[in-house]
């Protein structure tokens, strides 16, 4: 993984986790807290949209990838202890 790409992760795990905790210790009422999470999802998204698509396609294409050398290591030691 690119030095890149680990930056882009964390920025957005670290957001994430950030607005979490924000929300958790904020001193409003339930449908104002509602309002203001949708308002920084949308700006979120405004500002990094491209970004939490590209790490979207990229984990789903790393999972992939890892559930299909899981599958190859399985069908290769269900082969060997048939031989």
């Known amino acids: 993984m690119k030095k890149r790409d680990k930056v882009i992760i964390g920025t957005v795990l ?3 986790i950030g607005s979490v905790l924000g929300v958790l210790f904020a001193p409003q009422s339930g449908k104002k807290t509602r309002k203001n999470l949708k308002d920084i999802k949308t700006k979120v998204y405004d500002e990094h949209g491209e970004q939490i698509e590209m790490v979207q396609e990229k984990s789903k294409s790393l999972a992939k990838k ?15 202890q048939k031989n």
């Open 14 to 16: 670290g957001g994430a």
């Open 66 to 80: 890892l559930l299909r050398a899981v599958k190859n290591k399985i069908a290769a030691r269900q082969n060997d």
